[in-house]
T-cell receptor, first 115, second 111 residues
């Protein structure tokens, strides 16, 4: 297993277009998280899943954002009608069971640029 | 509210010790973490400390926690050029699982 995989690595889109990112967590990791990171900032929590259930969503996750994890394995994050303010690095992380003491394994992220 | 504050930049010479500081506001934080981010890479967990501990040592890394002052520090002994990266302090609360990150401290190590 090579860790958390995210695709694509980079995405350039025009304002108003929809984009979708994919995250493949480490096998058998039940928890999957999405974070967003802008330049000069730390990662900001967006949402997380326990298996296929989406358990928490941040206030940052507007109604243009939707995340799914249909079979409890990979996850997708879709942004509809993108805005320039959506430009950021979108990070995915996974952990075995979500215990507070568990470490998160992060992917390398998808860099989104909205023109 | 919840907030994690870090100094933004630290410059040291190779072989010196580096000390990166962090303050947090949520007294219910259970675990406090240090993550490292190298250019173009995801975050990598370096170490963590449980809130009932004062100190944790792991090879070149020493974490000190002052729970009364809500102050956390990471000391890197014998800093190497490969330690140049952004270091993030993060906290987790008992009730939730989302990590709250600081803005990161950029460590620059010169030879």
């Amino acid at each position: 297993d090579t860790g958390v995989s995210q695709n694509p690595r980079h995405k350039i889109t025009k304002r108003g277009q929809n984009v979708t990112f994919r995250c493949d967590p480490i096998s058998e990791h039940n928890r999957l998280y999405w974070y967003r990171q802008t330049l000069g900032q730390g990662p900001e929590f967006l949402t997380y899943f326990q298996n296929e259930a989406q358990l928490e969503k941040s206030r940052l996750l507007s109604d243009r954002f939707s995340a799914e994890r249909p079979k409890g394995s990979f996850s997708t994050l879709e942004i509809q009608r993108t805005e320039q303010g959506d430009s950021a690095m979108y990070l995915c992380a996974s952990s075995p069971n979500g215990a507070v003491s568990e470490k998160l394994f992060f992917g390398s992220g998808t860099q989104l640029s909205v023109l | 509210g919840e907030d994690v504050e870090q100094s933004l930049f630290l410059s040291v010479r190779e072989g010196d010790s580096s000390v990166i500081n962090c303050t947090y506001t949520d007294s219910s934080s259970t675990y406090l973490y240090w993550y490292k981010q190298e250019p173009g890479a995801g975050l990598q967990l370096l170490t963590y400390i449980f809130s009932n501990m004062d100190m944790k040592q792991d090879q070149r890394l020493t974490v000190l926690l002052n729970k009364k002052d809500k102050h956390l520090s990471l000391r890197i002994a014998d800093t190497q050029t490969g330690d140049s990266a952004i270091y993030f302090c993060a906290e987790s609360r008992q009730a939730g699982t989302a990590l709250i990150f600081g803005k990161g401290t950029t460590l620059s190590v010169s030879s």
